[in-house]
Nanobody, 123 residues
Framework: VQLVESGGGLVQAGGPLRLSCAVSGGTFRQFAMGWFRQAPGSQPDVVAWISPDAETTSYSDSVKARFAISRDNAKNTVYLQMNNLKPEDTGVYYC?????????????????WGQGTQVTVSS
C-alpha cells in the first residue's frame, strides 16, 4: 500500500488549503483513513479520521469546525480541507491508512503512511 500526499505549502493565517492523499494497493474502500499533524520535536497527532464508507468522521478539538475530511472511493483518494488556518496548524501533515477499518486516533494502529507534506501558516 502506497500513500502520496500533496497540496501543502505556505499560506497566510486565515487562509484555506486543501490536502490530497492518493492511495494505491490494497482495497481502499475498506480502509479507515486518518490525517495526522506533526510539529517539530513532537509526535504525530491525529487531526481527522474518516470511516471506510465516509459515513462517519471525527476531528480533534483544535481543528473542529475549521477542517473537513472527505474521501472519494472511486478515486482512491482522501482529502483534508483546511479553512481559517492558524499559525499553530503549522507542521508536516501525513495521511495514514488502517486496513482494519476501525476508529482509532493512535498512530501505532495505522500500518501505512505517506511521506508527508509541509504546511506552514504565517501570521
Amino acid at each position: 500500500v502506497q500513500l502520496v500526499e500533496s497540496g501543502g505549502g505556505l499560506v497566510q493565517a486565515g487562509g484555506p488549503l486543501r490536502l490530497s492523499c492518493a492511495v494505491s494497493g490494497g482495497t481502499f474502500r475498506q480502509f479507515a483513513m486518518g490525517w495526522f499533524r506533526q510539529a517539530p520535536g513532537s509526535q504525530p497527532d491525529v487531526v481527522a479520521w474518516i470511516s471506510p464508507d465516509a459515513e462517519t468522521t471525527s476531528y480533534s478539538d483544535s481543528v473542529k469546525a475549521r477542517f473537513a475530511i472527505s474521501r472519494d472511493n472511486a478515486k482512491n483518494t482522501v482529502y483534508l480541507q483546511m479553512n481559517n488556518l492558524k499559525p499553530e496548524d503549522t507542521g508536516v501533515y501525513y495521511c495514514a491508512a488502517d486496513p482494519k477499518g476501525v476508529y482509532s486516533y493512535t498512530p501505532a494502529n495505522y500500518p501505512h503512511w505517506g511521506q508527508g507534506t509541509q504546511v506552514t501558516v504565517s501570521s
